[in-house]
């Protein structure tokens, strides 16, 4: 840098400073001139000040650092070229070419330097003010004489500017107290904006533990400013507990704070009302007192309870985008993403930081970059279009597509427009309904090929959208005419019943499926069959539907019908069976506990049929039969019910009876209406009646089978009194039912303890002379009253649970006597009295069977059954299957008390046994009796007849043997052979027996032997 002058140059100084004090004069600068002077003497030292008149533009700026420091760091040259209007002093400017009439200043290294400040007046450039350095050696007096040629040019610019600093000294004035008002005006817009947005001022000192509040921080907590004393204590009160050890530690480290912080808080103040609301504050440390604490803090507050809220609902909502398992992103104009969720980053196997560098076409190939932008045609389409939703395919990361269904919209935050999409995976949802659709391929081919009838239907009014061929073959119509019409009574009218239809469409919209509803249908001609419908129901485009299947049973209900008729009604007479008797009884008891009246069980066998039986034949039998039956029912009410037990035997039911009376006066007009004459023939018959017994509900309080059975035990008793009668049900005849009970009992515990025993009686071929057989005979060993013969317990076993198990036993005991008599060396054939109840018992075919593979010695054939005609007839049908069954294991069956029936001639035929036994009765008596003579020779003949062996009971003396053989009558048994002896006798008696030559003797008269 060029040398500055000495500073005790006196003359230079005084030479200079005489040029400066008439600048300064010509300035017009009274008052400062000689203070000023000085400050520019002592300036102007070690410079030069020079102003140049140019209206050319500076030349190149070039920066001279030294020289703008000390001119500009000098307060008073810094103000006088501020007050001068050198607005631009920051611009330096530097020549290569010297001012004409001055010597060239050159610095140290050679360079002229000099400081160049534009002096401006308003706009017009009044000069160039240029400050050189002086160099050692250069003349005082050029410097000087320059200084005082250009003397007035410098006055005037001085002169000027003092004229300009006082007017700007009243514009510096006029703007302060504009600014003023400015600054009033924005303090009140400050104090309203702030109470407007729920936003009060407050100020506190640490120190005095002062606190101010605006009204706002009042009215936010509901408080009057007068009932909130304005102090730390209360306010510290006010703060929430879990809030107010923070919020301590906070404002005890602000007051603490050795920096001048601006900070911010949050905490929960309790309001008036009591309850708790966020505020938030933020200040700023603004005062400290001379030992540098604080005793300023100014700040504003405001209510952020509902931002708060809002922040609470924005968590959840986040915390619920980031938990769903659909795929959401947000997306900005260009398709880049602002945001993934956690299912996304699964679901893509991108992270988030990857998918946040990524845009839409990144991870969707058929969606390329050009569609995105501002001006893109997808941008554009969610601009317009708004929501839309659409399927398409995501790239996931290992390079695999997944198919995806997109729900996308537009939404605006800050001026800007952006994109939400949800986006999830419909891998299995494509799959199930490429299954559905081959499912529904499946369904159609099976519609229409199922043999049963199926049809679609609308729900709610029955119309027919769908049916399949067997449907309309089934019903008659052609698909086209009865697709679109309706099922209900009023079009189709397939639906009979309209009742019916509802509790089906009921049922199917409360479950969804019905199954099986039977119900009947009508055919397009007009016939009603019945089905078993089956329905589900389904949706088909926003309409509820159902899908019928009928499954046809019109045939098995006409068979179940049938079977129904059959099984619980009489086939002759068509009246219900003892089965449905049964049924009927216990509804009527049902009924009769509701109401105060009586049930009659009345039952009804019929006097004098077995006489026209016999004498007219079965055919009138059943003619009779169904007559009487017809007499019944119109004879008893609407409510009582008539049954056919079999054979001649009736049950009638009277309900609802008011007294015993009213039940006389039924029971007189039933035997009344039985005892009218029958048309028999050609001849009218009044030889039928009733025997009728009679008990009486609730006074005989007892199950229906016992009702019945007291009636029939009744009835036995009105037979006994002479029929054409009935007799009540009394305590006497349950003294013998009890009696009979108890008996029965005994016999039970008989068989259980081995006191039955079986006696033989032999049956003898009294032509040939040789025993044949022998008959087993049952005889109850009392260990009170000794041997009881078989009419003394016999009856009583013959119609209970007893028959069967007895039955056995004695066929088992007969075959286990015919194997050890075989061992004996004797070869006798067994018969065995069986009753019906025990041939009709369901296990009875099969225990022969068993009980005949135990005895593998004995021949089948050599056991014959006995069975009494009269029982027999009773169930003649079911009596012919088991003799059948019986035949082929090579069992044979004996007819015992053959002619004691009725219409035994028209029976024979239809009884598959082998053998007859004419009954005892009639062959004791033949020789003195010539009807019982013409019965036993009437029966012979008709076993001959019909190719039966005949064997004749009863013959008790030599004189019925010869009798007998005289008649063609060969075999036969009775006291004249052998009485009925023990199994241990048998044998010594066939090995004793011998004929009686007397057999043998010839015949004489009609030539028979």
Not at 352 to 364: G, N
Not at 916 to 940: G, N, Q, Y
């Amino acid at each position: 840098m060029a040398k500055r002058l000495p500073r005790d140059d006196a003359k230079a100084n005084a030479r200079l400073a005489g040029v400066l004090r008439r600048i300064l004069a010509a300035a017009a600068v009274p008052e400062t001139s000689g203070a000023l002077a000085g400050e520019i003497l002592r300036f102007t030292a070690a410079r030069l000040v020079v102003l140049v008149q140019t209206d050319a533009d500076a030349p190149t700026p070039a920066v001279a650092p030294d020289n703008r420091r000390i001119l500009l760091d000098h307060p008073v040259m810094a103000a006088l070229l501020r007050e001068a209007g050198a607005i631009e002093t920051s611009r330096f400017y530097a020549s290569e070419t010297a001012i004409p009439g001055l010597a060239a200043i050159q610095s140290e290294e050679g360079r002229t330097n000099c400081l160049a400040v534009p002096l401006n007046s308003g706009e017009l450039r009044v000069g160039i003010l240029l400050i050189f350095g002086l160099t050692e050696g250069e003349a005082l007096d050029t410097v000087t004489g320059n200084a005082e040629m250009l003397a007035p040019v410098l006055a005037t610019v001085l002169h000027n500017a003092m004229l300009r600093r006082q007017d700007y000294r009243t514009h510096l004035e006029n703007l302060v107290d504009e600014r003023t008002r400015e600054v009033r005006i924005r303090q009140e817009r400050l104090v309203v904006a702030l109470e407007s947005t729920n936003t009060g001022l407050w100020e506190w000192n640490p120190i005095t533990r002062a606190i101010y509040f605006s009204p706002t921080y009042f009215t936010m907590l509901g408080w009057a400013p007068d009932e909130f004393p304005a102090d730390q204590e209360t306010w510290t009160s006010m703060v929430h507990p879990d809030d107010l050890p923070t919020t301590y530690a906070f404002f005890h480290g602000i007051a603490n704070s050795p920096d001048d912080i601006a900070f911010s808080h949050e905490y929960r103040l309790r309001s008036k009302p009591g309850a708790w609301r966020w505020f938030m504050v933020r200040g700023k440390i603004v005062g400290r007192n001379e030992q540098g604490l604080v005793n300023r803090v100014v700040g504003v507050y405001i209510d952020i309870t509902e931002r708060k809220s809002e922040d609470k609902r924005l968590r959840m909502a986040m915390q619920a985008l980031d938990t769903t398992r659909e795929c959401v992103y947000w997306i900005d104009q260009d398709g880049r993403m602002l945001y993934v969720n956690p299912a996304t980053e699964q679901e893509l196997g991108y992270s988030s930081a990857e998918l946040l560098q990524m845009t839409i076409p990144d991870i969707d190939p058929s969606t390329p970059p050009e569609m995105w932008g501002p001006e893109g045609e997808l941008t554009r389409r969610l601009n317009d279009e708004g929501l839309r939703k659409f399927v398409t395919q995501h790239r996931h990361r290992d390079g695999h597509l997944i198919p995806v269904e997109v729900d996308s919209d537009a939404f605006y935050y800050g001026g800007q427009t952006y994109f939400i999409a949800i986006a999830r995976d419909i891998s299995r949802r494509l799959e199930a309904e490429e299954a559905l659709r081959k499912s529904e391929a499946k369904f159609a081919l099976l519609f229409n090929l199922t043999p049963e009838p199926m049809a679609l239907t609308r729900l709610r009014d029955g119309v027919v959208l769908e049916v399949s061929r067997s449907y309309a073959g089934f019903f008659g119509y052609l698909p086209e005419e009865i697709i679109g019409r309706s099922t209900l009574p009023g079009d189709l009218g397939i639906w009979v019943d309209a009742e019916q239809r509802r509790q089906w469409k009921e049922r199917i919209e409360r479950d969804g499926e019905v199954l099986s509803f039977e119900t009947p249908v009508r055919r397009k001609d007009g016939s009603i069959g019945v089905v078993l419908l089956s329905g589900k129901a389904l949706e088909i485009g926003g309409e509820q539907c159902v899908i019928l299947d009928f499954h046809d049973i019109t045939k098995q209900k006409q068979q179940a019908e049938y079977l129904e008729q059959i099984a619980h009604h009489d086939p002759l007479t068509g009246l219900p069976n003892r089965l449905l008797l049964g049924d009927r009884l216990s509804q009527a008891i049902a009924r009769n506990q509701r109401s105060d009246t009586l049930i009659a069980v009345c039952y009804l066998d019929l006097d004098g049929f077995k006489e026209i039986n016999d004498r007219f034949g079965h055919q009138a039998g059943d003619e009779l039969l169904v007559e009487v039956a017809n007499r019944l029912i119109a004879c008893v009410r609407g409510g009582d019910t008539v049954v056919r037990l079999g054979g001649d035997e009736f049950v009638v039911l009277l309900s609802g009876l008011s007294s015993e009376e009213e039940c006389r006066v039924a029971l007189d007009r039933l035997l009344q209406t039985v005892a009218a004459p029958y048309a028999i023939g050609n001849t009218s018959h009044s030889g039928v009646s009733a025997s009728i017994g009679v008990t009486l509900f609730p006074n005989d309080q007892v199950d229906p089978d016992t009702l019945v059975r007291h009636a029939d035990h009744a009835m036995y008793v009105a037979k006994q009194a002479g029929k054409n009668r009935y007799q009540m049900f009394d305590t006497r005849l349950e003294q013998r039912i009890e009696a009979r009970l108890a008996t029965l009992g005994l016999l039970a515990e008989a068989q259980r303890s081995g006191q039955f025993r079986l006696y033989y009686q032999p049956k003898v071929d009294c032509r040939q002379g040789r025993v044949v057989g022998v008959e087993a005979l049952i005889r109850w060993q009392h260990p009170t009253l000794g041997l009881l013969s078989p009419a003394e317990f016999l009856p009583l076993i013959e119609d209970t649970d007893l028959a069967p198990s007895i039955g056995d036993w004695v066929i088992k005991e007969a075959m286990n006597r015919m194997a050890q008599w075989r061992r004996e060396g004797i070869d006798l054939c067994i018969s065995v009295n069986a009753f019906v109840r025990h041939l009709l018992h369901p296990g009875f075919v099969n225990t022969l069977v068993a009980i005949l593979s135990q005895y593998p010695q004995v021949k089948p054939g050599s056991l014959v059954i006995e069975i009494v005609e009269t029982a027999a007839l009773k169930e003649l049908d079911a009596i012919r299957q088991v003799i059948e069954e019986c035949r082929s294991l090579g069992v044979t069956f004996s007819l015992d008390d053959f002619g004691t029936g009725y219409s035994t001639l028209a029976h024979l035929r239809h009884l598959p046994a082998t053998e007859i036994k004419i009954d005892h009765s009639f062959v004791r008596h033949m020789l003195e009796r010539t009807e019982d003579f013409a019965i036993v020779e009437a029966v012979i003949g008709m076993a001959r007849a019909f190719g039966r062996s005949i064997v004749a009971e009863g013959a008790e003396t030599p004189a019925h043997i010869i009798r007998l053989l005289d008649m063609g009558c060969d075999v036969m048994q009775g006291y004249a052979l052998a009485r009925p002896m023990a199994a241990a006798d048998i044998t010594s008696w066939v090995r004793k027996f011998r004929p009686d030559p007397f057999w043998y003797r010839p015949v004489g008269g009609n030539g028979k032997a």
